[in-house]
């Protein structure tokens, strides 16, 4: 009998998720992309943020292909997001005419770019 409970307990500690694992953000929508994109290019820094945009894409897209993941799309998507939405205040921080010569780059917060 207690060999059963042993074996139970065997059992459960080796198909056990780890408690501090943090779950994986959702996906976008599918249109997100497309919706970004039309974001971007109403933005005022349209003329630097679409190609950028654009090269991200493009490069996510071959990545897919190899990778067969669609994590690379997500990662883009989830990037230009955080961009688009930290505009305004990075806008208000520069109108202000505050020293950012201490700033950090954006790269240091967001990682490399895919």
């Known amino acids: 009998m207690e060999s059963l409970a042993c074996?139970?307990?065997?059992?459960?500690?080796?198909?056990a998720q780890p408690e501090y694992a943090p779950a994986p953000?959702?996906?976008?929508?599918?249109?997100?992309?497309?919706?970004?994109?039309?974001?971007?290019?109403?933005?005022?820094?349209?003329?630097?943020?679409?190609?950028?945009?654009?090269?991200?894409?493009?490069?996510?897209?071959?990545?897919?292909?190899?990778?067969?993941?669609?994590t690379p799309l997500h990662d883009v998507v989830r990037a230009w997001q955080a961009r688009l939405?930290?505009?305004p205040a990075v806008d208000a921080f520069l109108a202000s005419g505050m020293d950012d010569s201490d700033g950090v780059a954006l790269e240091d917060i967001l990682g490399a770019r895919p």
């Open 7 to 15: 074996r139970k307990t065997l059992e459960d500690a080796m198909t």
């Open 25 to 70: 953000p959702p996906a976008p929508a599918p249109t997100a992309a497309a919706d970004l994109l039309a974001r971007v290019r109403a933005d005022r820094r349209a003329e630097q943020w679409a190609p950028a945009f654009e090269r991200d894409w493009v490069q996510a897209l071959e990545d897919s292909r190899h990778s067969y993941s669609l």
């Open 85 to 87: 939405a930290a505009a």
